[in-house]
């Protein structure tokens, strides 16, 4: 454990909350969040895993988003992955996403992970789809609807 990370979770043992500046830098938040997950799980601390992934979920962003997707794969974190996946799901941050090589990374630490990129994407896609079809039809009735008032006016 990194000694940042211990001073984290004295802190929380201590006090039920994590000191201000943990995770605020992006560059050392997932080391020192993965290491509090460890010790959350070794110590079952329920808080301080709550308390991580809450912290995690302020972070998620196009550079974070496929690490934090697969800090949430490998330590059970429902809330977390849910956010990553609804967050790759927006078809601007999925193309952003795309483009980064993080995928790769992806593939190789969790693949079922990318399973569900993948899945959250289309179900997207196709959702969206469902709406504009639903937003076609019913313009297509409003017009025979006003039609047929003209018609008979």
């Known amino acids: ?34 290491d509090l997950l460890i010790a959350a799980g070794r110590y079952n601390l329920k808080d301080l895993k709550s308390l991580t ?40 941050n999925a193309w952003a996403i795309m483009a980064t090589n993080d995928i790769e990374n992806l593939a190789r630490s969790s693949p079922s992970a990318v399973k569900d990129v993948i899945v959250e994407i289309l179900n997207t896609r196709m959702a969206r789809s469902k709406r504009l079809i639903k937003a076609f039809i019913f313009a297509c009735c409003f017009q025979m609807l006003l039609l047929v008032f003209i018609w008979y006016s």
């Open 1 to 34: 454990m990194h000694p940042e990370s211990f001073e984290a979770l004295l802190h929380f043992m201590y006090t039920d909350s994590l000191p201000e500046m943990t995770m605020n830098s992006l560059k050392d938040g997932p080391v020192l969040a993965e």
């Open 53 to 92: 992934e809450n912290k995690l979920c302020s972070h998620v962003g196009v550079s974070t988003v496929l690490l934090m997707l697969a800090i949430a794969e490998q330590y059970q974190c429902c809330k977390l992955k849910k956010m990553c996946l609804g967050f790759i799901g927006s078809r601007a």
